[in-house]
Each structure stands twice: as C-alpha cells, then as structure tokens.
C-alpha cells in the first residue's frame, strides 16, 4: 500500500472507473489504482473532486489536508464501526439473566485485577518524593488528610493518581 502525496500547486485529484488521477493543467501526472492507496495527503493548493473523495470512502481511505508547512489543517476518515455486532451480541446477552450474570461476573474480575495490578505499581510520591506502591501513597495520603484534620499539619496537599 502506498501513500498519495499531492504536493504541486494546482493539481487535482479525480476519479475515472477505480483509480485516482492527478492532474495539473491538464496533463496527467499520476494514475494509479484505488486499491494500491492506503492513505492521500493533499498539501495547500490541491484539489480533490468529490468523485475521488467518494472513491476514496468506498475504499476506506482517509484523506488529509496539509498546510505547506505539513501540519495538518483536515482530514476525512471514512466511518467504519467494527463494534456494532459486539454491542448487537452484548444485548442479546443482557436479555437472558444467566449470561448476564456471567457477563457482569466476567466484567468485575477484571476490574479487581486491573485495580490490583494497578496497586502494585511503583511511583514516585510527587509531594514525599519517594517511591511508593500506589496502595501506600494512598495510605499516605489519608494520614496527611486526618493530621489535616486534627491540625497537626498546616495544610493538606493533594496529589492525583492518573
């Protein structure tokens, strides 16, 4: 798969049967099949008609907009949802109260794990400046809170964990 780069000032992207065209002041300059592009990239001055564009959706190519100095200024990116038949298997599952239970069983596990991995983790405290597992900055962040609290130390300084 290639990438498109449209760069002359001037050109233009068409369309004729499966392929794009670049054309500029009328003489071709590239024709290639739609299928050999993975992705165009159009700097300032060039254009794209919209039968190209809808070639370039048909074949889920996105296309970007540059200014001359390759920031990008637009892009169109053709809507595919891969998610749609999961949520469709996800609701038929909700229907039925076993498999639901299975699913929020499933979904809950993975929470604890994630948390507890997540606990285990090692950082370093941005108020102490030591390294702590996350579970022990939040033990220490509960103390600091309480002497708070109880006016052993002047403030409470908060810090966030992600």
Not at 56 to 64: N, R
């Amino acid at each position: 798969m290639h990438v498109l780069y449209v760069t002359q000032k001037g050109a233009r992207i068409t369309r004729q049967r499966g392929r794009f065209r670049v054309l500029h002041k009328g003489n071709l300059l590239m024709d290639i099949p739609a299928i050999h592009i993975s992705q165009i990239l159009i700097f300032r001055w060039a254009t794209l008609t919209s039968a190209a564009l809808a070639l370039a959706i048909e074949h889920k190519i996105p296309v970007f907009y540059l200014h001359t100095t390759g920031r990008i200024q637009a892009f169109i990116q053709p809507w595919e949802n891969r998610n749609v038949p999961l949520r469709l298997q996800q609701y038929a599952w909700a229907t039925h109260p076993e498999r639901a239970r299975t699913l929020a069983t499933a979904f809950v596990e993975g929470k604890i794990h994630n948390m507890r991995v997540l606990l285990q983790q090692v950082i370093v405290h941005p108020v102490l400046r030591q390294k702590v597992t996350y579970r022990r900055a939040i033990e220490l962040q509960a103390r600091c809170l309480v002497k708070t609290l109880l006016e052993e130390i002047p403030e409470y300084v908060p810090f966030r964990f992600r």
